[in-house]
T-cell receptor, first 114, second 113 residues
Framework: GESVGLHLPTLSVQEGDNSIINCAYS??????FIWYKQESGKGPQFIID?????DKRQGQRVTVLLNKTVKHLSLQIAATQPGDSAVYFCAENMGETSGSRLTFGEGTQLTVNP | SAVISQKPSRDICQRGTSLTIQCQVDSQVTMMFWYRQQPGQSLTLIAT?????????ESGFVIDKFPISRPNLTFSTLTVSNMSPEDSSIYLCSVGTDPSGYTFGSGTRLTVV
């Protein structure tokens, strides 16, 4: 069936560097994408979202890029900090026809080294 | 965004027993979902909790194993029935207040021994 997947299961960066986390999706009908951060022992926390009619969206220190041609999503974190260490998930939504459900990718463990 | 209170936060249960997890939201929401997150893995949707009707289950999940109640627009329960060690997971409640806001509870960490 359709799936959302990530290219890299782990990512290790130095504090202050920029981080890029990638996600591939296979359902061209998906029209809404979300990035979540999950710290140990906690539920997923919303970071940023993007709709399929956009190719870039910026937040505080984070940018999400959407390339619909190759069905690729990325999360960029600027000036990565130790507090950014967590597992990051992308999720896709195929709209009301799918019951507005989210399908999650596999997750990337980001480790920030001081 | 909505604030979700999920209880219990963790439990250790004997195999063959059942556990009911509660999800309370601080505002009325139309969409409420239950997810399972097995150790070291991603989130898998169990079912959509529908107010006033039966839950809609995803492939691989059945009502007899995971009965769900949704008595009103602010509350839902998920029961994990006849538990086995394979049911050890984190169970998460999520609500969608609008197409831009899917919020998660902090989860229930279940260990079955």
């Amino acid at each position: 069936g359709e799936s959302v997947g990530l290219h890299l299961p782990t990512l290790s960066v130095q504090e202050g560097d920029n981080s890029i986390i990638n996600c591939a999706y296979s359902n061209s009908a998906s029209d809404y994408f979300i990035w979540y951060k999950q710290e140990s022992g906690k539920g997923p926390q919303f970071i940023i979202d993007i709709r399929s009619n956009m190719d870039k969206r910026q937040g505080q220190r984070v940018t999400v890029l959407l390339n619909k041609t190759v069905k690729h999503l990325s999360l960029q974190i600027a000036a990565t900090q130790p507090g950014d260490s967590a597992v990051y998930f992308c999720a896709e939504n195929m709209g009301e026809t799918s019951g507005s459900r989210l399908t999650f990718g596999e997750g990337t463990q980001l480790t920030v080294n001081p | 965004s909505a604030v979700i209170s999920q209880k219990p936060s963790r439990d250790i249960c004997q195999r063959g027993t059942s556990l009911t997890i509660q999800c309370q939201v601080d505002s009325q929401v139309t969409m409420m979902f239950w997810y399972r997150q097995q150790p070291g893995q991603s989130l898998t949707l169990i079912a959509t909790a529908n107010q006033g009707s039966e839950a809609t289950y995803e492939s691989g999940f059945v009502i007899d194993k995971f009965p769900i109640s949704r008595p009103n627009l602010t509350f839902s329960t998920l029961t994990v029935s006849n538990m086995s060690p394979e049911d050890s997971s984190i169970y998460l409640c999520s609500v969608g207040t609008d197409p831009s806001g899917y919020t998660f509870g902090s989860g229930t960490r279940l260990t079955v021994v």
